[in-house]
């Protein structure tokens, strides 16, 4: 079964853009090495946060949507908590209204780039 999922990570704001690269990498190729199908991923920068956490006020804010079996996602966590560059991470999964919200949202980006 492949279910719709989405993951939205927050990195630490001291990293480098090539580390911020490298820490996206990192995720996109865990996941297209247990066959999980990315649908998309944004890099929304640097933002500031309600709260802060390990005493910053920023982070660096990614998502990544994407269909995979359910064991990946386990696997997925436990690498993100091993990697000191991401401060926290949100993994949900994504049901027919949350999918067709996340296309809509898309396709709206794509119109404001096209111009």
Do not use: C
Request: glycine share 2%; aromatic share 8%.
């Amino acid at each position: 079964i492949m279910n719709n999922y989405e993951t939205v990570m927050i990195l630490n704001p001291v990293l480098s853009e090539e580390q911020v690269k490298e820490s996206i990498n990192k995720v996109k190729d865990l996941l297209s090495s247990h066959k999980a199908i990315l649908v998309a991923d944004e890099l929304w920068g640097l933002k500031k946060m309600k709260y802060s956490i390990e005493n910053k006020k920023t982070g660096f804010y990614i998502l990544f949507e994407f269909k995979s079996n359910p064991n990946v996602i386990s696997d997925l966590e436990i690498n993100l908590k091993r990697d000191e560059r991401v401060m926290r991470f949100l993994t949900v999964k994504l049901d027919k209204h949350a999918i067709a919200y996340s296309e809509k949202r898309r396709n709206k980006q794509k119109e404001v780039i096209q111009g």
